[in-house]
């Protein structure tokens, strides 16, 4: 009986013990952002690998999701003779949920695992202590790179993810549809609400981006140095990131439009 | 570590999609084309039922938007709703009398505010109140009238 008590304390005691390292990791990397703004290229250059390199993944899942929507949207609202609705479903759908959220979670799966795999790699191989010795502070030169590029990165997706839905959307609404393009539009403007909906699409865009790289580098920093512990990390940071996005999106979408 | 020209010419191009993105979804999707800031004039009137009309609902003169519904309060003295519109700046000459009624766009549609001119010489500024209200439809009065006055014609 009391081992159980004994394993769950250990549990819960290991859970806190990484939730505080992670926070002390978290203000770490806070520190030495002033050397990366000095150092831009290194900034540049993971904004390649994280944002660039995701592009087309965004982008194509963001038209097939705008189109699925349109086409589903389209078999209800029209037993309701409301086809005229169907961009303000699509463009409402898109910028406050999903255009956040499945980037995230594509973004989870894309770059996320792609960060710890390597920051974990660089650590089993010994290249982090290797920079330590030549008074070079890996937290600086490596992890901050990252995670600001992870965090300027995801608004930017989310943005084109929800963007690209809406056109798709109108590919399938106005073109296979055949619903009025006028109506379409103008519809959406009248309904979507700038501060209400864009903004706070992309205040969720950016808590996920700071989210999601933050588990990932945490993750690549603390992973245990062997190829095991590594691939477990990296299985840790797509489990954790996709956990943390939906509870948080629950939270967020709580707290924005809870009290509509 | 060395980064060439063409992955910073890259990075270049996804941020300025991003911005593009960024500019199409407030301008072609949102309603930021349409408002014109806080720069307007409000006004009150109280009608005897608001119906189902919410805060933002528009406010319509001969079937142009010139403001919005900003707060719709209950007045607990008159048991009447206090309804405040912003009406835009450039709409300055509006009629002191107009009259204020609460109309619903097609059949299902949402509620929005109809005003319609008055002949007064004075025109409506900050805090002025309309007299002249007419209360939203309710579906239901309108049915049990017709159902009432049917019956009362076979007797």
Redesign the interface.
């Known amino acids: 009986m009391l081992s159980y008590f004994q394993r769950l304390g250990a549990t819960s005691l290991g859970m806190f013990e990484r939730l505080g390292r992670g926070s002390v990791f978290f203000v770490n990397i806070l520190l030495s952002i002033p050397s990366v703004i000095v150092r831009p290229?290194?900034l540049?250059?993971q904004?390649?690998f994280v944002?660039?390199l995701s592009?087309s993944l965004i982008v194509i899942s963001g038209l097939f999701v705008g189109m699925v929507i349109a086409l589903q949207g389209f078999y209800t609202l029209s037993d309701f003779g409301a086809e005229g609705m169907l961009g303000v479903m699509v463009?409402a759908s898109l910028?406050r949920e999903l255009g956040p959220v499945v980037s995230a979670l594509l973004f989870a799966g894309r770059a996320g695992s792609a960060l710890t795999a390597e920051i974990g790699l660089m650590k089993a191989t010994e290249q982090l202590s290797g920079m330590e010795m030549m008074a070079v502070d890996p937290v600086a030169r490596i992890m901050a790179p990252r995670f600001l590029a992870g965090l300027?990165?995801m608004?930017?997706?989310a943005?084109?993810f929800?963007?690209?839905g809406?056109m798709g959307g109108y590919f399938i609404g106005v073109g296979l549809l055949g619903i009025d393009e006028g109506g379409y539009?103008s519809q959406?403007?009248?309904k979507?609400?700038?501060s209400q909906?864009?903004v706070n699409g992309?205040i969720k865009s950016v808590i996920f981006g700071w989210v999601v790289t933050w588990i990932a580098v945490f993750e690549g920093h603390d992973a245990i140095p062997t190829s095991e512990g590594v691939s477990r990390a990296t299985t840790r940071t797509v489990v954790h990131s996709a956990f943390a996005i939906l509870l948080l999106d629950f939270i967020l979408t709580a707290l924005m439009f809870g009290d509509i | 570590m060395h980064i060439s020209r063409s992955i910073e010419i890259l990075v270049g191009f996804f941020v300025a999609l991003g911005f593009v993105a960024m500019f199409f979804l407030s301008m072609e999707v949102s309603n930021l084309s349409s408002v014109n800031g806080d720069d307007g004039y409000d006004i009150t009137a109280s009608f005897e039922n608001v119906g189902s009309l919410k805060v933002r609902a528009p406010v319509a003169m001969a079937g142009v938007n010139v403001g919005r519904v900003t707060a719709i309060n209950f007045d607990p003295e008159t048991f009447e709703a206090v309804v405040t519109m912003s009406i835009e700046a450039r709409y300055n000459q509006l009629p002191s009398d107009s009259n204020a009624s609460i109309l619903t766009a097609g059949l299902l549609g949402e509620q929005y505010v109809g005003l319609e001119p008055g002949g007064e010489e004075e025109v409506l500024e900050e805090g002025s109140e309309l007299e002249l209200t007419q209360s939203a439809l309710v579906l239901e009065q309108i049915i049990g009238q017709f159902l009432f006055s049917s019956e009362s014609e076979e007797e």
Request: hydrophobic share 70%.
């Open positions: 290229r290194l540049i250059a904004i390649y944002g660039v592009f463009a910028i300027i990165s608004p930017i997706l943005t084109l929800s963007a690209v809406v539009w959406m403007q009248a979507i609400d700038f909906d864009v992309l």
